[in-house]
């Protein structure tokens, strides 16, 4: 039997208005297990806490009841006035006589009535209360980011920096991301590559970073702190500790006609290349689907000319595994698909490009390099529309485009139309706008200068229709504020397309069971307070992954998502959450009920030996609750039909104990 | 905002939410018969949904669209603005007890230039 | 003869982060509804199990109402989702077995809808009080 | 009349016994009537050909018996299934409650099992000898001089005579014919009930529940309540009590029972069959199969190994437990 003592708080006259707390504190002394009962004027004050602390040591008590404020408000405090008395601060209860009685009632009698009825059912939780530890686990200190565009280049460096190891799994042959691909960047038109390549030799020089390029995730175990990772490393058939990155094998490869994905399909490269002359690793991959000698043993030239000796044809998928303490998902986007659209001609003419393809037009290291000439004929363009929310801000019954706004289109198509204009004053750029959206730090001042100072003809409107007429692309479209309706002749149409989440992260997000929205976003643990966060412990968010962001957007993100890493790593141990679920093994019947619900993958089943009353011995599976992983929702103790899975702190017989004390 | 009656007959009839429109213009960009027009599709939306009602039963814009459905293809948030147009024709036409037609009136109105297609579509609008 | 106002006896099971918080909201904001309402807090809904709403009524509650986050916010992502499932379940038997439907109700309550809160315990213990003592679930044995 | 005869079942049971692809067959043994036929294993060819019988009182679900009667038992163990059987063993194994590469299955066809409460009351107490001959039974009573004839089609259980499949959806041998899905009338009753007012339901469930003894037979009979320690055993699960102690404990325990086998229940009617009272248990559990049907889609629990249960699962969509009522109100 517990030695309940009851504290019954006035909160000045915030309760002791409504209630009669004497008769409160008098009525809860004749409850079970209750050896002492008082009321104050402020419990929660210092000489309120020296008064529970004082009755504990005078009455040895075992357990304390207050009934006060909420126990969202004060639960914290006299918990940690429990522990500073020397008991288990999971041995108090607060009976809510404040917000869930004085104040929502009028009448002393019947506020009285409730207030002594709550307390009861506190005294009676309280009885069965047992004392809770913090379970504790430790943290490998280590974290892997997944993606190495700018966002997870931006996380490894801040984990890095501060001294903890971080390994990037990226897909491609090189980490870069889309930013690599960029011209320039708005709104200081700084050069993508000028500001990002220095980032990318950084990562590859850092001692702490390892690079898994040419790589991905293909399982998932554990929980925070003690994540078991599987990376596949794909064969890219060069020793890539072995190639110098010379180039020599790329320029002397036969098979030259593979669409270079680097330039979007605009130009070729070779069967073995480098995707960039910046690639971090510099090291040439073997496209297998190309590769002559890979598909039917005809060729073997790179492997002649390679003075390292770097190939090697026979190489395999090598599968790593590794721990890790934190995980950071920053798998970025891609733009949405054109096909659906066939209103702007995109399959039916070169000339109508999407705006990451005019990013490689205009690029120095592009397919024309950076001399703006229409893909079809190389001839300059001298009329350009390009047209805004292709795809982007649809209603969700349009199956061709997403609802949201893509956000970044704006800004560089102001920054398209002002280069265009600044290179070439002879080019006439027409932008068609539905609203155009700066909400950034000298944006809006950005875009103003593509109208003032450099002549962009920004129109209110939208173009309804692109015809390929010989040499002209017809674009027919409508100028809301005039009123009416524009043919103008262009020589290139280019698609702001709207952006989507790498649809790869799909799996993955399974595997590390956080959860995505309707469009694949990954969901945020909050949105306001836990933007970086996914609701699943230890697992972070960077990047475009989370919702559409331009760079500095994700940049901040990436660092505020490592700060997160840093903060989990710097811990020894992790100390969870007490109120835990967990198995009683002896009633277990190992039906996998209370696994299937487990938002977090808490639960997992293992095979344990009983021994039988006949003394013989008997394996059978049974649940086991990961302490670290459970949040303690609760939901498998009623998916259980056994009733041997139990939540700490709301434990069944707790809550049915409230129960019968509410309803005696 | 209260809603007149023809607004809201308007709106049931058509089936169509003109609260859903962004303004982004789609819809006249891709009229074929947008010079011909007074008022042209994006502003038959804003118009309906303002409940500016009477300007529109009076404009000859209602017998210039098509029907060719282009801004409802294109319409990027499913508005459909031919809809509008179409309930809007329909109450004009419902309005103008003159012009009510039935099978009777047909013979007469026969000759070798007139589409057949044309009488048949008028007989059926007018003589609801 | 005096005649005794009938006061029900309502056993509200709140989730700790939605509707718990959205009834501290209405007291915040001094809403007031009946002190025949008692409130017992659990981490989520999904923790409430059928066997607790099943030993209110047999301790003689005369009805017992569920609140928790709205579907789509659950503080665990999904847990309210099972007890929506579990309750209609639960809700369509006890209707079958001839038990009043008004006893039973799930509502959810966020975290800022103290009005909500407030306006909804006022019309389920109306609509208690309407029936009646609860007689087709009480155990005999535990009378008031 | 069964389509497959004693001889065939026990040749299959001595031969796989012989050749040691089992080592024990759990089949029905005779009992003191014709009807009390009851489960039991047997070891050796002697007792097989002593006590096995199959006849149209073999009703009783052999998967349950899987759970507890392996533990120390070396080698395979045979077991005959009949169709409904199939589906408990399917669910049990999704619950992961035996080990198949135990087990020998032989699916084996039925034709539908007698209710005796049926033949009684025809023919009256006294029973003494039933002969389950062609389409009908002869029933010897120690007060009638003649053996009385009863057609087996009128004395079939409820649950044969809305049998929801003639199909075995497990096993390692199959014996005669498979047999199809039968879109049943299963529902049907419960939908009477659905359809009466309240008070009329209440006193309907007043009427029935009361007779209840607390024997437990239903709970130990149904193939689903395997728990290695059931909550009305258990003390400290709140709800532990072993007699009715007043109307309400009846009517709890049999909300719980069928709660807690919901998404899980075959349907197989074991609760029913066994009860010495004759409730119509199976009523409950079909009202939960019912309602997560229409509520969530079809569900057949052990239709398939490893499904998931409605219970255990939900969409976004999913109506509110207040729309339950409204749905059947406008149905209605």
Redesign the interface.
Known sequence: MQRVGVFVCWCGSNIAGTVDVQAVSEALKNEPGVVFSTNYQYMCSQAGQNMIIDAVKEHNLTGIVVCSC???MHEATFRKTAAAAGLNPYMVEIA?I????S?????MM??T??AI??GK?AVAKVNLNTPLTPGESPVTKRALVIGGGIAGIQTALDIADAGFEVDIVEKKPTIGGKMAQLDKTFPTLDCAACILTPKMVDVAQNEKIRIFSYSEVTDVKGFVGNFDVTIKKNARFVKEDICTGCGACVEKCPMKKVPNEFNLGMDNRSAIYIPFAQAVPKVATIDPNACNMLKNGKCGLCAKVCAAGAIDYTQKDEYIEEKYGAIVVATGFNPISMEKFDEFAYNQSKDVITSLEFERLTNAAGPTAGKLLRPSDHEHPHTIVFVQCVGSRCDSCAEKGKEYCSKICCMYTAKHAMLTRDKYPDTEVYVFYIDVRTPGKNFDEFYRRAVEEYGVKYVKGMVGKVTPEGKKLKVQASDLIANKQLHIDADLVVLAAAIEPDQTARPLATMLTA?MDTNDFFTEAHPKLRPVES?TAGVFLSGACQGPKDIPETVSQAGAAASKVIGLLAKDKLTGNP?VASSNELMCNGCSSCER?C?YGAITYVDKEFRMPDRTTKVRRVASVNPAVC?????C???CPSGAMD?RG?A?NQ??A???A??? | MHKTYLQEEIIRMSGVNPSKCMRCGKCSASCPAYDEMEYHPHQFVNMVESGDIEPLLKSESLYKCLSCFACIERCPRGVEPAKLVEAVRLTAIRKQGANHMTANDVPALLDDEMPQQAIVSAFRKYSK | MQVNEFKP?I?AFCC?WCS??G??????N????P?DV???????S???????I????????DGVILCGCH??DC?????N??T??????????????????ER???EWVSAAEGAKF?ATMNDFVEKVTALGPNK???????K? | MQTITRDQLLDKAVSLLADGTVTAVLGWSKGEFDYDVTPAVFKTEAELKENFVWNDFCGANFSKYLVAKMDRLEGKMLVFLKPCDTYSFNQLLTEHRFDREKVYAVGIPCEGMVDIAKVKAICGEGISSVDCGGDKLLVTTLYEEQPVEVATAEVLAERCVNCKSKKHVAYDELLGEEGEVIDSNRFDE?EK??AMT?????????NELSRCIRCNACRDACPACTCEKC?FDNPN???ENKAP??S??E??FH??R??HV?GRCTDCGECSRVCPQNIPLHL?NR??IK??NE??GEYQAGAEVGSRA???????E????????DR?DTNA
């Open positions: 909420s126990p969202r809510n404040r917000e869930q009685c104040w929502v009632h009028k009448d019947t506020g009535e409730k009825i709550l059912a959860s609701p109120c619900v938002p949040q303690g929702c609760g939901c103790t009623v998916a939540l709301f069944n809550i049915m409230e129960v019968d509410i309803c005696k | 006896l056993v700790n718990y918080a009834a501290d909201l209405a007291g915040n001094r809403l007031n509804y002190a008692k409130i017992i807090r659990v981490p989520c999904c923790r409430v199990n059928p066997m607790f099943l030993r209110a009524f047999q301790r003689g509650a579907p789509g503080h665990y992502t999904s847990g989702y099972y929506r499932r579990r309750m209609a379940a639960l809700f369509s038997m006890l209707d079958f077995l001839g038990i009043e439907k039973t109700r799930v407030a087709r679930l009480e155990d005999l044995r535990c008031r | 419960v009930l659905e309240p008070d009329e339901r209440f006193a309907f469930w007043q909550v699960s709140g709800v102690a007043n309400f404990e009517k709890m909300i719980i069928a709660y919901a409950l009202k939960f309602d997560m509520f969530y409605p219970l255990v699962d939900y969409t976004t999913d109506l509110e437990p207040g729309e339950v009522f059947r």
